[in-house]
């Protein structure tokens, strides 16, 4: 092996290990399939639900956790989650539909389309079990209670535990223009009550 190739293979290799996966409803068996759920979920951390399902099918060793804000809003967003695991963790990644596996191959699961841009990263695999901190990007509060990772684990006996999660709110700033015009539109308010008052005094 030259050396140019073995360190493309090395990157290759050590990208993928960054690289979360991507799994579909055929996944979990022969579609339509429900997927049962774990015990006491719901559960609720930092203003965020977690549901949690456990995979069957050739990924029986999967446990599936769907996420929403408990106050939906556009403006918020989930930037992260913390799951205790009993295990170690040897994937993860979102469940995803397409053309040819779409998400109502899932009947009680939550599922994203596969032209949505949200991703989830993580650690090196495999996880080590305890506390894994996995970050979103554009979870955006109008996907809130669409998005659901899943999480292969080397022991599937325990379920893990949500922890915690991070979110993010934006503010609309008025432009320069806009402020201009809602001074303009006060100023005129007052103007109008003063007429009406020197009236109502006369």
Known sequence: MSRS?????????????????????????MTPVTL?????????????VATCFEGSGESFNDYLFSFALVTPSPSTSINSVTLDFSSSVTDFGLVEGDGGDPCSGLTNVPCLPS??????????LPLSSGDNTFNFTNFTGSLSGDVT????????????????????????????????????????????????QGKQNS
């Open 149 to 196: 990772a899943y999480f292969t684990l080397s022991n599937s006996e325990l379920v893990p535990t949500f922890e915690s999660a991070t979110t993010s709110s934006t503010t609309t700033t008025p432009e320069p223009g806009e402020i201009g015009l809602l001074v303009a539109a006060f100023v005129s308010i007052i103007a109008v009550r003063r007429r009406q």
């Open 5 to 29: 190739t073995a360190v493309l293979f090395f990157c290759l290799l050590a990208s993928s290990a960054w690289a979360a996966g991507i799994k579909h409803p055929s996944d979990y068996g």
């Open 36 to 48: 049962n759920l774990c015990p006491g979920t719901p559960t609720t951390e930092d203003g965020v």
């Open 115 to 124: 032209t949505t841009l949200v991703t989830i990263a993580g650690g090196t």
